[in-house]
C-alpha cells in the first residue's frame, strides 16, 4: 500500500520536525533493508508537500536520505501503517562509528557466550529452588557513591537454526532470566538465598529465540541468573547487559554443578552387558575408589553413550 512492502521490517533511521503552510509536521526516516519498497505517500520524494519548505529545508532534508530505500513520511502516517516498533540500544561500537550520536553518552555492554549443559549448570527457573542457583551468574554492582539509578538492559538469546532445510533442527528452549538484590559480601547465589529471597524481577520464560527486559536499578549489588525454565536442557546462549551509567559487571566463576542423585537414576535404567553383569559394578571393582580427572576421562570415553549425549571433555571431568 502507496509502495510499503508487507511483512517486511523497516529501519528507523531518523527524525525531523518541519514548519510548512500548514503548521509543524513531525517526519519520520525509515529505510528498507533491500533497498526497495519506498513510501509514495505523503512526504514521499516527489510529493507536494516538499513545496512548501524552505530551500535550506529541503536541502538539508534531502542530504540526510542517503540510501536507495530510505524515505521520510510524517509520523501519522507511520502510526497508521505500522504495527510493531522495536527499540534498540546503541552499543559502543555502534557509537564509535556513527558521528551523530558522540554528543551523547554511550551505553556500557557486555556480552558472554555461554551453554547450559545438563548435569552441570541448568538449574532451570526460580520455582525449583534446589538447583536454580547453579545455573551462570553475572553480578551487576552499580557504586554506592552515585546517586543516579542506573538504566539496564538484559537480553538473553538461544542458538537457533538459520537454515530451513536443516532436517534436525534443535527445538527451541522457554528461555528468560531473573535477577536478584545481595548482600555487597556475597559472591554468588546459594540454594537458601532463593529458598528465602524472591528475585527482583523475573521475565516470562518464552519459547522464543530472546528474550530482553529493560529496567532500572538503584545503587547497590545484583545478580542476573540467565536459565531455562525446566532443569536440564542442553543449549548455547548469548547473554547481553547493556548500562547507561558507570558500573561493573563480571561472571561468577566458580563452578557449577547440579547434584543430582545420580547412583539411583544408575539403579533405575543400568545398563546391562552382554554376559548379564551390571555396568556399573563391573567398573566399580576394575578401577580404584579414587581416580584422577585423565584416567575419569578415559573411562568415560569407554563407555559414554551409555550415560552422556556427547563425549565426555577434561572440563567436564
Same mark, same amino acid.
Given at each position: ?31 528498507? #533493508? ?70 551523547? /553518552?554511550?551505553?556500557?555492554?557486555? @556480552? ?23 545455573? #551462570? ?11 543516579n539509578k542506573c538504566h539496564v538492559v538484559v537480553s ?27 548482600? &555487597? ?6 540454594? /537458601?538465598?532463593?529458598?528465602? /529471597? ?18 532500572? @536499578? ?29 558500573s561493573n559487571i563480571w561472571e561468577v566463576n566458580e ?15 543400568a545398563v546391562v552387558l552382554p554376559d548379564g553383569k ?9 578401577? #580404584? ?5 585423565? /584416567? ?6 569407554? &563407555? ?14
Open positions: 500500500r502507496n509502495g510499503l512492502m508487507t511483512q517486511t521490517a523497516y529501519s528507523v533511521t531518523g527524525l525531523a520536525r518541519v514548519r510548512g503552510p500548514l503548521g509543524e509536521t513531525p517526519l519520520v526516516r525509515l529505510r528498507n #533493508p533491500w533497498g526497495k519498497g519506498e513510501w509514495t505517500g505523503p512526504w514521499s520524494e516527489r510529493s507536494w508537500e516538499w513545496d512548501g519548505l524552505s530551500e535550506r529545508d529541503k536541502e538539508l532534508l534531502s542530504v540526510r536520505v542517503r540510501n536507495d530505500g530510505e524515505f521520510w513520511m510524517s509520523f501519522e502516517d507511520f502510526a497508521r501503517h505500522f504495527t510493531h516498533l522495536d527499540l534498540v540500544h546503541i552499543g559502543p561500537d555502534d557509537w564509535m562509528t556513527e558521528p551523530a550520536l558522540h554528543s551523547k /553518552q554511550p551505553w556500557r555492554a557486555v @556480552l558472554a557466550r555461554r551453554r547450559w549443559r545438563t548435569g552441570y549448570n541448568s538449574g532451570g527457573g526460580p520455582n525449583f529452588t534446589d538447583t536454580t542457583a547453579m545455573n #551462570p551468574q553475572f553480578h551487576i554492582q552499580i557504586p554506592r557513591t552515585s546517586s538473553v538469546t538461544q542458538y537457533y537454526e538459520t537454515q530451513p532445510e536443516t532436517k534436525k533442527k534443535k527445538p527451541l528452549y522457554a528461555i528468560g532470566f531473573a535477577v536478584y538484590e545481595i548482600p &555487597h559480601s556475597m559472591p554468588r547465589l546459594t540454594p /537458601q538465598f532463593v529458598v528465602d /529471597q524472591k528475585p527482583l524481577d523475573v521475565t516470562n520464560h518464552s519459547i522464543a529465540r530472546e528474550v530482553v527486559t529493560f529496567f532500572t @536499578l538503584p545503587p547497590g549489588d545484583y545478580i542476573v541468573v540467565p536459565q531455562t525454565n525446566v532443569p536440564n536442557c542442553d543449549g548455547k546462549f548469548l547473554l547481553r547487559i547493556l548500562t547507561d551509567e558507570q563452578d557449577n554443578m547440579v547434584f543430582r542423585n545420580i547412583s539411583a537414576e544408575f539403579l533405575e535404567d551390571n555396568l556399573i559394578g563391573k567398573l566399580l571393582i576394575k578401577y #580404584p575408589p579414587e581416580v584422577d580427572v585423565s /584416567q575419569l576421562q578415559k573411562i568415560l570415553k569407554a &563407555h559414554w553413550k551409555a550415560y552422556l549425549l556427547e563425549k565426555p571433555s577434561l572440563e567436564l571431568c
